[in-house]
């Protein structure tokens, strides 16, 4: 199936600042990467669809000058959240859509953010 | 109202047990449903796509109402391994995927 990993897997870091984290898709092309955050005991909900080449698509309510998002190839997508906060300590996971449309989308194992 | 509803759980059952769990969801143009399941701070995993006619894999059958919008999976002799939080997801036309809460479920030995 297809392979989704993320980098780094758990950051810990101080108050203001700015922490970026990597996703990829190992082994085939996604044109379309989405960004979720997950509170505890909360659901997924989604942050932001990254789309190759052009402007992420934010959801409603999610800063798009403090969540930082670049797909500059096929194969991976960042989010950089500057000047975190600790209310900004959260799950980040990262997903793309399965080869040639397939349905469903494969995850990546998440980033564990703490802020301090 | 919420766009997917699921009963909360948690739901404790004895290994080899049958439990159900329910999901509703509010937009009804939505396409596609799924069940993934999720462990303890790990990420999401798809156990299987929801269907109209309703399908099976192995001890886990999931079922699918339009009319009433509601989407349901069974899972028969429950194992210590299923223990996860099961989550209910829905889908338009591409598009993002839209997560329930999820249902937390405990087979104790």
């Known amino acids: 199936g297809a392979v989704v990993s993320q980098h780094p897997s758990r950051v810990i870091c101080k108050s203001g600042t700015s922490v970026k984290i990597e996703c990829r898709s190992l082994d085939f092309q996604a044109t379309t990467m989405f960004w979720y955050r997950q509170f505890p005991k909360q659901s997924l909900m989604l942050m932001a669809t990254s789309n190759e080449g052009s402007k992420a698509t934010y959801e409603q309510g999610v800063e798009k000058d403090k969540f930082l998002i670049n797909h500059a190839s096929l194969t991976l997508s960042t989010l950089t959240v500057t000047s975190a906060h600790p209310e900004d300590s959260s799950f980040y996971i990262c997903?793309?859509?399965?080869?040639?449309?397939?349905?469903?989308?494969?995850f990546g194992p998440g980033t564990r953010l703490t802020v301090t | 109202r919420k766009e997917v509803e699921q009963d909360p759980g948690p739901f404790n059952v004895p290994e080899g047990a049958t439990v159900a769990f329910n999901c509703t969801y509010s937009n009804s143009a939505s396409q596609s449903f799924f069940w993934y399941r999720q462990d303890c701070r790990k990420e999401p995993k798809l156990l299987m796509s929801v269907y109209s006619s309703g399908n099976e894999d192995g001890r886990f059958t999931a079922q699918l109402n339009r009319a009433s919008q509601y989407i349901s999976l069974l899972i028969r002799d429950s194992k210590l391994s299923d223990s996860a939080t099961y989550l209910c997801?829905?889908?338009?036309?591409?598009?993002?995927?839209?997560f329930g809460k999820g249902t937390r479920l405990s087979v104790i030995a």
């Open positions: 997801v829905v889908q338009l036309i591409n598009t993002p995927l839209v």
């Open positions: 997903s793309a859509r399965g080869p040639a449309g397939g349905l469903g989308q494969y």
